[in-house]
Antibody, heavy 121, light 107 residues
Framework: QVQLVQSGAEVKKPGASVKLSCKAS????????MHWLRQAPGQGLEWMGI????????IYAQRFQGRVTMTRDTSTSTVYMELSSLRSEDTAVYYC??????????????WGQGTLVTVSS | DIQMTQSPSSLSASVGDRVTITCRAS??????LAWYQQKPGKAPKLLIY???TLQSGVPSRFSGSGSGTDFSLTISSLQPEDVATYYC?????????FGQGTKLEIK
């Protein structure tokens, strides 16, 4: 079955960077776009960007431009999301989510289990 | 960017009740609208896509309707396991946007 397994929780200091991973299995990795989203404590869902695992092209939400980098490793079916210049407001659970239908931008299914990133001095 | 406005923000209902959550988009979406259920401490789970198509494995008491700017998610007979926060999501173009969520509780 399709599965997305994310890396473990991280604690970072303000100004540092964090790189999260999301390992996919159960489908052809390069056929489906992957998204990254986040959810601050007690808050709603925020879309961060999308990566095409086939060619590596990306689109980032404007508010993260310059701070976020999404990459992929096709040999391990893993996508990565690196966020730099961390501040306390970046404390959140970060999710990867697979696009449900190949070749579309549509809805997300499934989601990874989430990775908690805590930014604290 | 498209703004998504969900209502109500919270809702308390009895087991067996019919429950409806609404979502309004600031621009027309056609039917590019999905609904997700998120239980505490868990990742969101897809319920409905294309405004009204039930995801495989989702109980038939869940249904979606609407097009353009006004959408709704209905639970025909509320069950205890439906306690969760529900989100609508527009996906006609980037940036993808979500409603602020509706927290559903049992009376």
């Amino acid at each position: 079955q399709v599965q997305l397994v994310q890396s473990g929780a991280e604690v970072k200091k303000p100004g540092a960077s964090v790189k999260l991973s999301c390992k996919a299995s159960g489908y052809t990795f390069t056929d489906y776009y992957m998204h990254w989203l986040r959810q601050a404590p007690g808050q709603g869902l925020e879309w961060m960007g999308i990566i095409n695992p086939s060619g590596g092209s990306t689109i980032y939400a404007q508010r993260f431009q310059g701070r976020v980098t999404m990459t992929r490793d096709t040999s391990t079916s893993t996508v990565y999301m690196e966020l730099s210049s961390l501040r306390s407001e970046d404390t959140a659970v970060y999710y990867c989510a697979k696009i449900a239908v190949a070749g579309t931008w549509g809805w997300f299914h499934p989601w990874g289990q989430g990775t908690l990133v805590t930014v604290s001095s | 960017d498209i703004q998504m406005t969900q209502s109500p923000s919270s809702l308390s209902a009895s087991v067996g009740d019919r429950v409806t959550i609404t979502c309004r988009a600031s621009q027309g979406l056609s039917n590019y609208l999905a609904w997700y259920q998120q239980k505490p401490g868990k990742a969101p789970k897809l319920l409905i896509y294309a405004a009204s198509t039930l995801q495989s494995g989702v109980p038939s008491r869940f249904s979606g309707s609407g097009s353009g700017t006004d959408f709704s998610l209905t639970i025909s007979s509320l069950q205890p396991e439906d306690v969760a926060t529900y989100y609508c999501q527009a996906y006609n173009s980037a940036p993808y946007t979500f409603g602020q969520g509706t927290k559903l509780e049992i009376k």
